[in-house]
């Protein structure tokens, strides 16, 4: 098992230790966009070496953003699946092409209101207070112990 990178009572360093990979992002987002077998991921990355798509495979199944599911036995092929924890990283992905969008000199995608064609912006929303808010804090929760010692 390999040891975390970061051993940091952090909710980015944490999620880093899961995604924080050379191409393990990437590997998740292809299987996102409908890429499922081995094969297609590999050949959408198509500079990722089929040793490390095999390990960045088992380390998201490891860590239960992915599921497999064998379709062929002779030889064996696998099927990829998100689960809900994978899925959940849609938010992620579409801050990333934001943040690219805004920052990048050269870009590829941009997210549209698909019915007005405009492009959109990210905001954050209180559903306490139903509505969207600008002036947000970030505080440490209370009464966590760490699992890092």
Partial sequence: MK???YDLPCNIAQTLNIIGDKWTLLVVHEIFTGNTTFNQIK???ESI???LLSDR???LERNGLITTKLY???PPRYEYTLTKSGQDLEGVFNALILWGRENLEECYKKIIHTPCQHEIKLVYYCPHCKENVEDIDIVELENKVSSID
């Fill in 3 to 5: 040891e975390k990178k």
């Fill in 49 to 51: 070496s089929s040793n």
């Fill in 43 to 45: 050949n959408s990355l």
């Fill in 57 to 59: 495979l088992k380390l």
């Fill in 72 to 74: 062929s036995e002779h």
